[in-house]
């Protein structure tokens, strides 16, 4: 007999009062000051605000990455403050595809081995149940990016915006149900910043996924559903986003 509960819940990303304070020395710094936030499976939301107002602070958080000062984060009905170590970073791995304002690339590495890298330690290939890296998606991300050519060059050949699509084919190879992106799209020109924004939001809708992004840029934000003012730690203002339809077609838009 199948039981079906009410019990999924409801809220993918779920934070209660949640707060940063950072000491520096003797100064304390309040980074994020009691946000409350309740984000529902496949949102897409922007976080808009000005430098300094809180956005990474409350994305590390957010990705597990940092402990709160108070309150909580519930990813999927699960308080980061209830997992020991090991298991926050397991969720993590499996459940959260980031993409950091400083990219975070592996300098060692070439562009195909951070990729491949990040699939590695998602725990995918592993096990007896483990799947391999599916390199027709990856050769589908890297077209999106326009990264195709660049696969076997290390970070430091790289420009910023293609070491930003590094990043953000890395976050999505392991199609995660969760992407956290900071500022992805802030090294980038229009035509490759259109392309990033096409390539989240697709993959947003075809594959269900929540995402949350940092921007600085009004027009990027404008494709989230919804979008959130930061200042000052606090989020300030919720607005709704406008039609996705506005988005400049991508250039390098695969077929659907
Ligand atoms: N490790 C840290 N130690 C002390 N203070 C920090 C630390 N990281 C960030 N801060 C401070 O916390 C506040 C919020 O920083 P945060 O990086 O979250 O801002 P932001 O909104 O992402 O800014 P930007 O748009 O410039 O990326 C800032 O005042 C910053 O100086
Ligand atoms: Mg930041």
């Given at each position: 007999?199948?039981?079906?509960?009410?019990?999924?819940?409801?809220?993918?990303i779920?934070?209660?009062?949640?707060?940063?304070?950072?000491?520096?020395?003797?100064i304390?710094?309040?980074?994020?000051?009691?946000?409350?936030?309740?984000v529902?499976?496949?949102?897409?939301v922007?976080?808009?605000?000005?430098?300094?107002?809180?956005?990474?602070?409350?994305?590390?958080l957010?990705?597990?990455?940092?402990?709160?000062?108070?309150?909580?984060?519930?990813?999927?009905?699960?308080?980061?403050?209830?997992?020991?170590?090991?298991?926050?970073t397991?969720?993590?791995?499996?459940?959260?595809?980031?993409?950091?304002?400083?990219?975070?690339?592996?300098?060692?590495?070439?562009?195909?081995?951070?990729?491949?890298?990040?699939?590695?330690?998602?725990?995918?290939?592993?096990?007896?149940n483990?799947?391999?890296?599916?390199?027709?998606?990856?050769?589908?991300?890297?077209?999106?990016?326009?990264?195709?050519?660049?696969?076997?060059?290390?970070?430091?050949e790289?420009?910023g915006?293609?070491?930003?699509r590094?990043?953000i084919?890395?976050?999505?190879?392991?199609?995660?149900?969760?992407?956290?992106?900071?500022?992805?799209?802030?090294?980038?020109?229009?035509?490759?910043?259109?392309?990033?924004?096409?390539?989240?939001?697709?993959?947003?809708?075809?594959?269900?996924?929540?995402?949350?992004?940092?921007?600085?840029?009004?027009?990027?934000?404008?494709?989230?559903?919804?979008?959130?003012?930061?200042?000052?730690?606090?989020?300030?203002?919720?607005?709704?986003?406008?039609?996705?339809?506005?988005?400049?077609?991508?250039?390098?838009?695969?077929?659907?």
């Amino acid at each position: 007999m199948t039981v079906v509960t009410s019990e999924q819940p409801r809220h993918i990303i779920l934070t209660e009062n949640l707060t940063k304070i950072y000491a520096a020395g003797r100064i304390q710094v309040v980074a994020v000051r009691g946000v409350s936030l309740a984000v529902e499976p496949g949102e897409f939301v922007a976080i808009v605000g000005p430098s300094g107002s809180g956005k990474s602070t409350l994305f590390y958080l957010l990705g597990g990455l940092t402990r709160a000062t108070e309150g909580r984060v519930v990813i999927d009905g699960v308080d980061f403050a209830a997992l020991k170590d090991h298991e926050r970073t397991k969720l993590r791995k499996h459940r959260i595809g980031f993409v950091f304002q400083k990219f975070n690339l592996l300098p060692t590495l070439s562009a195909m081995g951070n990729i491949e890298i990040a699939y590695t330690v998602s725990g995918r290939a592993s096990g007896p149940n483990g799947v391999p890296m599916d390199r027709q998606y990856l050769d589908h991300l890297s077209e999106m990016l326009a990264i195709k050519g660049r696969l076997e060059h290390r970070p430091a050949e790289l420009s910023g915006g293609e070491q930003q699509r590094v990043a953000i084919a890395r976050a999505l190879i392991t199609r995660p149900a969760i992407v956290l992106a900071d500022e992805p799209t802030g090294n980038l020109d229009t035509k490759s910043s259109d392309a990033v924004l096409h390539m989240l939001l697709r993959s947003n809708r075809e594959l269900g996924q929540t995402t949350l992004m940092i921007t600085h840029n009004p027009e990027a934000a404008a494709i989230a559903g919804r979008i959130l003012h930061m200042r000052d730690g606090q989020i300030v203002h919720e607005a709704a986003g406008s039609s996705p339809a506005a988005l400049r077609p991508a250039v390098s838009a695969a077929p659907s």
